[in-house]
């Protein structure tokens, strides 16, 4: 495959990088062990280096050889899930409970192995920003990091993103204009009726009897109320009440999480499953309280950013190995919200196809080292294109 052959010669060090970071996971902003692995490595380039970012964030910042005003961002993400692994590797995680099981121990060490070679040629004009942030499973890294004041520090043109994708064969890259991953919310809801003793429900109010329509009752929003070409979806996760063989508990809780791309059809779910948990409360005679709250928006990619992004892979893998009408995901991914910020484009780069345990956030997870190389390579390409120097060198100063 047409990987740069220099980021070739680096291959087994960054795999050596890949399994360092998965023997020691490190959830949610306590990534300090990881930011200490980048931060060192980034010096040790050449690249200069921000912590402390959102917590346990990184950013390195390294100029190309022409000076130029523009400047972009290229994002991995460092944390792992609350896992255990069943992987019997040598590189297995160490860290009890915790793994990498969503690849981001990858996305890591690709962004800094594309360091490592755009600091030994600095072959484009102006400046690249390197985030390396946290917590992007379920806590919002991103989100922090924005608050935090990032864009306005590091101010950039385009941010740009990327992620394994195990349906996607090694050597195939995929990635579309629009809504590429949903949004994500969660609810809790609470159902309050009247405990008794089972064998007398008549002096029950059963909350139980309620849920159980409940959890029917809610998939009418997807089927009745959503338009039927939109994307959506509810699920409830858990189901919470009840103790023993014969009694009526008084209490049980729902949670779940809702789905969609569209903003309209993310308004109209909140309140459809108020309507309807009520409604269906009401006639048990019960009473219901509703939490719900909105964590990642969905992920649009911009048209232009985009562009740039497919025909860069298509410059490492060949055309016909970028698939450009893949379905987006109803997963979610909190790069959204710099997509909600500055235009960009966020790509899948392909894993392997999902044999036993090749799904991420499943616990036979393991990113896929042939993929270093290419995803290395992708960065490069797509900073040395969108900083080429003959447009810095063209425009007036
Ligand atoms: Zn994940
Ligand atoms: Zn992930």
């Not at 280096?49 to 990184?58: C, E, H, K, L, P």
Request: hydrophobic share 40%; proline share 5%.
């Amino acid at each position: 495959m047409p990987v740069i052959n220099r980021i070739a010669e680096f291959h087994a060090e960054m795999t050596q990088w890949r399994h360092q970071i998965h023997a020691h996971p490190e959830t949610a902003f306590e990534e300090h062990k990881t930011a200490d692995l980048v931060a060192g490595l980034l010096e040790s380039f050449g690249v200069s280096v921000d912590r402390g970012i959102a917590q346990t964030g990184v950013i390195g910042t390294l100029k190309g050889s022409l000076a130029g005003d523009r400047a972009i961002a290229l994002r991995a993400d460092m944390d792992g899930l609350h896992i255990e692994e069943q992987n019997d590797v040598p590189h297995a995680s160490q860290n009890h409970g915790r793994m990498h099981a969503c690849g981001h121990d990858g996305h890591t060490a690709m962004l800094l192995g594309a360091a490592k070679h755009l600091a030994e040629t600095r072959n484009f004009a102006g400046t690249i920003h390197f985030i390396f942030q946290p917590a992007e499973e379920n806590e919002g890294g991103a989100r922090l990091m924005i608050e935090e004041g990032v864009l306005e520090r590091y101010p950039v043109e385009a941010v740009y993103g990327m992620h394994n994708w195990p349906e996607v064969p090694v050597g195939q890259f995929a990635v579309r204009p629009g809504p590429m991953m949903a949004a994500f919310d969660i609810f809790e809801i609470t159902i309050s009726g009247r405990g008794a003793h089972a064998a007398m429900p008549h002096l029950a109010i059963d909350p139980i009897v309620a849920a159980a329509q409940l959890v029917s009752g809610l998939q009418t929003i997807t089927s009745r109320n959503v338009h039927p070409l939109e994307g959506a979806v509810v699920s409830i996760t858990q189901v919470h009440g009840g103790d023993t063989w014969n009694v009526i508990p008084d209490r049980v809780v729902l949670r779940g999480t809702t789905r969609s791309f569209n903003p309209a059809v993310r308004d109209q779910i909140e309140p459809a499953i108020r309507r309807i948990a009520d409604g269906i409360c009401r006639a048990c005679g019960a009473q219901m309280a509703l939490r719900y709250e909105r964590r990642y928006p969905a992920l649009i990619n911009a048209s232009t950013e985009t562009e740039i992004a497919a025909a860069t892979a298509a410059s490492i893998v060949g055309e016909s190995n970028v698939k450009r009408d893949l379905l987006p995901s109803m997963a979610a991914e909190d790069f959204a919200c710099f997509l909600e910020q500055k235009p960009g484009a966020y790509i899948w780069i392909g894993n392997g196809t999902a044999e036993a345990g090749g799904i991420l956030h499943n616990p036979h997870y393991d990113f896929n080292d042939e993929v270093l190389p290419l995803g290395a390579s992708y960065w490069v390409r797509l900073a040395e294109s969108v900083l080429a120097k003959e447009r810095a060198s063209a425009s007036p100063t």
